[in-house]
């Protein structure tokens, strides 16, 4: 994309500066920046350097002050314990001062650094938010990863304290979050002081008296507190997502361009305004439950909903509107596998009948490609906007959107519209050349970043350059590919790298292959994403064998399965494996996984040039028919 999109999208590339100082003015400020940008340390970029905030202040005291305490700030839907509880701005910040005053009377300071290890409480919201007011970083851990991966970001991040709950509720299983924390203190080779516990009704954690706080006792003798000054380059989170190995990154958002970003977006990008209400469901452990459940609605001055339960089973596939008609919510956020849900269990939409969703104004996909089938479907029945948006937990807002607030663009199906403002998009071959319209490469971004997105990795620099910068000096690789048409509309395609997604969750088949490698069995094994109807993909895995292994395949396959259930957790959804003799491969070694996953998927494929031995891939191509891939697939 050379030229820009429209009037707003050259201004924002053109004068970055201004662009986003005019953003900066809606936010409050304790000091006013020196810099809006400071490239003095190219590739490391800063905005709003000198500036002194709050986040927290943005999202909770500032609309107080101005006459919308009584304003629901929160309401949390939890169908599976039948609750409905609402809270004023008033009640959420008393909640949060108080949380904070928590976390103070347990040695958390500034800088200090928390992890947040909770299911879809408000509670959750609570710590994060009390972690911004004083200016603790705080790390959230999503509770469908298993002990040993919460235990890779305890050593990571080396929390001063973890808040977390006694359980969490999938469905009608009562998941204990308890035990998977303590397992994951004890296999972490750093400690933290304490854990903070919330005791949930349905299920009581045994507390370890030196370590474990109880919520409840904490809050009833804790003093509010203030908002900190914190400078707009301070760490605000550091959220982990995956990366190529085992060792996930440890993105870092700041509190400056983070606060300026996600409230430019809330209008700009979903058209909300202040008193709306706006849902994501999503799940605070990830980049959308940051930004768009928690941040985005709060710093705007919006009701957020956050929803314990599912878009199916919760009780049934018409959860999804009696949340939008009972909490009159105007802009719905979710990823396209949830309406696939839907689609599956209520292919009519009849539960729509029973509720008054007049109040609904768009629905907004993201987190995996939105198929035109789903999208359509949706559009039909819900007679709003169906929005397909692209954007990445190192991005924090979106790259590419139809931005409702500025000027909406005629849809075409499967593109998340156009570059976002801010975003200087651009399809790049291997030696960092831009190829036309329609040819695909890698989507890349012309540095500096807009404001919200990654300053770096946490404590490493080095890694935040290899996986992001090295690649095409002067641009930021999103890993995505992709291409742009003539009219500049973004079409992502795959990533290039190992990653998949897997019911909107970001995943990555290196450390799958890491754990199945690990077998004593297994000589050599390959993950990769197989296209799954309800959950976009799902991991698929290959074993060979060394010689002298069990005879019982059986056995070995369900060993590995485990494995990566205990090891990542059940998030993974690791539930295909088999046995084959050997596996095809190019002549320097490479394992052709994307020639297997068209295969398995039945899509066209062409005999790699460089392959060692063509005839494993027949032999590749059987075993994936006798498991109802490949030419067995519709
Ligand atoms: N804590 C503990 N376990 C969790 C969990 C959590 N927070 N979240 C998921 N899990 C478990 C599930 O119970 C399931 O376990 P199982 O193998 O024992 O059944 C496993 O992890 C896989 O979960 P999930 O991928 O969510 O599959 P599902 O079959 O339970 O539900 C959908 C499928 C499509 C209904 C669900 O993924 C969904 O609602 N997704 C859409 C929204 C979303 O969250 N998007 C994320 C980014 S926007
Ligand atoms: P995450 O970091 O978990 O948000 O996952 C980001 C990845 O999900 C992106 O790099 C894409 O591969 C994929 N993704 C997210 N949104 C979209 C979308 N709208 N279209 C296609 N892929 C998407």
């Given at each position: 994309m050379a030229t820009p999109l429209s009037e707003e999208h050259r201004e924002s590339i053109e004068n970055p500066e201004t662009y986003w100082a005019k953003a900066a003015d809606d936010c409050y400020w304790y000091k006013t920046c020196?810099?809006?940008?400071?490239?003095?340390?190219k590739p490391f970029y800063k905005w709003f350097k000198g500036g002194i905030t709050n986040t927290c202040f943005n999202a909770l005291d500032l609309h107080i002050n101005n006459g919308?305490?009584?304003?629901?700030a929160l309401i949390y839907d939890s169908p599976v314990t039948d609750t409905i509880k609402q809270y004023t701005y008033n009640d959420l910040r008393d909640e949060v001062a108080t949380f904070a005053g928590v976390l103070t009377d347990n040695?958390?300071?500034?800088g200090d650094r928390v992890v947040v290890y909770m299911p879809m409480i408000p509670e959750a919201a609570i710590a994060m938010l009390a972690c911004a007011r004083i200016g603790a970083v705080h790390s959230v851990v999503f509770g469908g990863f298993a002990s040993k991966e919460l235990a890779t970001r305890i050593d990571d991040a080396k929390p001063k304290v973890i808040v977390s709950a006694s359980c969490g509720i999938e469905v009608q299983k009562v998941i204990p979050y308890k035990p998977l924390l303590d397992e994951a203190i004890n296999l972490a080779d750093y400690k933290p002081d304490k854990s903070i516990i919330l005791q949930r009704w349905m299920e009581k954690a045994t507390m370890d008296p030196k370590r474990d706080v109880d919520w409840k006792d904490a809050m009833a003798v804790a003093i509010a507190q203030e908002c900190v000054p914190i400078e707009?380059?301070?760490?605000l989170y550091i959220l982990y997502t995956s990366g190529t190995t085992g060792q996930p990154k440890g993105v870092v958002r700041d509190n400056g361009g983070h606060m300026v970003a996600l409230k430019w977006s809330m209008?700009?990008?979903?058209?909300v305004d202040e008193g709306d209400v706006f849902w994501?469901?999503?799940?605070?452990?990830?980049v959308v439950g940051h930004s768009y459940i928690v941040y985005g609605p709060l710093l705007k001055g919006c009701t957020t909903v956050l929803f314990?339960?599912?878009?199916?089973?919760t009780p049934d596939a018409g959860a999804f509107w009696r949340v939008i008609s009972q909490h009159k919510v105007k802009t719905l956020f979710t990823a396209p596998t949830a309406f696939r849900a839907i689609k599956r269990d209520d292919p009519d939409a009849?539960?729509?009948?029973?509720?008054?969703?007049?109040?609904f104004k768009a629905l907004f996909l993201a987190g995996e490609r939105s198929d035109p089938d789903t999208l359509k479907w949706a559009e039909t029945n819900l007679k709003v906007p169906v929005i397909d948006h692209w954007w990445q937990t190192e991005t924090?807002?979106?790259?590419?959107?139809?931005c409702m607030g500025i000027e909406p663009l005629p849809v075409k199906y499967g593109s998340p519209t156009k570059a976002v403002p801010g975003w200087n998009l651009m399809v790049l071959d291997q030696d960092s050349q831009e190829v036309p319209d329609g040819d695909i490469g890698t989507l890349a971004v012309k540095?500096?970043?807009?404001?919200?997105?990654?300053?770096?990795l946490w404590k490493n620099d080095e890694r935040f350059i290899s996986a992001?910068?090295?690649?095409?000096?002067g641009y930021f690789t999103t890993s995505d590919a992709g291409f742009l048409d003539e009219e500049g509309y973004v079409y992502v395609m795959a990533r290039t790298d190992d990653i998949i997604n897997v019911a909107g969750h970001r995943l990555s088949t290196g450390a799958m292959e890491e754990i199945l490698a690990d077998?004593?069995?297994?000589a050599e094994c390959a993950v990769l994403g197989v296209a799954d109807q309800l959950k976009g993909q799902l991991p698929m895995g290959f074993l060979v064998l060394k010689a002298?292994?069990?005879?019982?395949h059986g056995k070995i396959i369900k060993e590995v399965i485990a494995s990566v259930r205990e090891r990542?957790?059940?998030?993974?959804?690791?539930k295909i494996a088999t046995v084959v003799q050997r596996l095809p491969k190019t002549?320097?070694?490479?394992?052709?996984r994307g020639t297997i996953q068209k295969i398995a998927d039945n899509e066209e494929w062409n005999m790699p040039a460089?392959?060692?031995?063509?005839?494993i891939l027949g032999e590749m191509e059987e075993v994936l028919v006798n498991m109802g891939y490949a030419g067995a697939r519709k």
């Open positions: 020196d810099k809006i940008l400071d490239d003095s340390k919308l305490g009584e304003q629901l040695g958390v300071t500034k707009a380059t301070d760490p209008k700009a990008v979903y058209d994501a469901a999503s799940d605070v452990g990830w314990e339960g599912k878009p199916v089973g009849k539960f729509l009948k029973d509720y008054d969703i007049s109040s924090g807002w979106a790259i590419a959107a139809n540095l500096p970043l807009p404001p919200g997105t990654l300053p770096t992001y910068l090295d690649e095409f000096p077998h004593p069995d297994v002298g292994a069990s005879e019982d990542i957790g059940p998030v993974a959804a690791f002549r320097s070694g490479k394992i052709l460089t392959i060692d031995d063509p005839e």
